[in-house]
């Protein structure tokens, strides 16, 4: 099985209401990452945390990272039309040296 | 705009066809990455090239030929595909590979169908 798996698979919610996505991992990170991809788009960077830290802002997202339980959650806040994508965490695995995907959130914003 | 481009973005071909994607980037960065997104999977890290030389080949049918001339171009040449390998192929740039500390620069990618 992978190393990131999110949660949930898909997600719907009503434009202004906050949407929360969580990503469990297996093994030791030296960090991790969140990506947004646009359907059949490339995939953009969001945001990146680093194992000793435990939460992260980038304007209306909010990343926090819990390593005693394997976990990442991404939060955006004051959802818009616009963040209609899929959601991916991405691990480097320590000593692998590569990025390693989820399989994704599929968010979708309804007006 | 996002500093990796890929071309074609589309490509139709058939199973005894050969054709090549090219990945650019002006980035400036030193590794460049294919990857793979099927539906319903992950995304899969298919070849990696630090500084044109390849480190990651991530157990790839050898119909999967990967060419890096240097830093900025990286080619997938494809010959005798099967219908199965049709997916979005996707081309990554980052600073370093070796020590993955930063993010990856995402090109649009290429949607291949194989007949």
């Known amino acids: 099985s992978q190393q990131g798996e999110e949660d949930p698979q898909a997600l719907s919610i009503q434009e202004g209401e906050n949407a929360t996505m969580n990503c469990s991992y297996k093994t030791s990170i030296n960090n991790l990452q969140w990506y947004r991809q646009n359907s059949g788009r490339g995939l953009v960077h969001l945001i990146l945390?680093?194992?000793?830290?435990r939460e992260k802002h980038s304007g209306r997202l909010r990343v926090t990272l819990d390593t005693s339980k394997k976990s990442s959650s991404l939060l955006i806040t004051a959802s818009r039309a616009a963040d209609t994508a899929s959601y991916f965490c991405a691990t480097v695995i320590q000593g692998a040296q590569k990025l390693v995907f989820g399989q994704g959130t599929r968010l979708t914003i309804n007006p | 705009e996002t500093g990796v481009t890929q071309t074609p973005r589309h490509l139709v071909m058939g199973m005894t066809n050969k054709k090549s994607l090219k990945c650019e980037q002006h980035l400036g960065h030193n590794a460049m990455y294919w990857y793979k997104q099927s539906a319903k999977k992950p995304l899969e890290l298919m070849f990696v090239?630090?500084?044109?030389?390849?480190?990651e080949n991530n157990s790839v049918p050898s119909r999967f030929s990967p060419e890096c001339p240097n830093s900025s171009h990286l080619f997938l040449h494809l010959h005798t595909l099967q219908p199965e390998d049709s997916a979005l192929y996707l081309c990554a740039s980052s600073q370093e590979s070796g020590r993955v500390s930063g993010e990856l620069f995402f090109g649009e990618g290429s949607r291949l169908t194989v007949l």
């Open positions: 090239y630090n500084f044109k030389e390849q480190t």
């Open positions: 945390i680093r194992s000793n830290e």
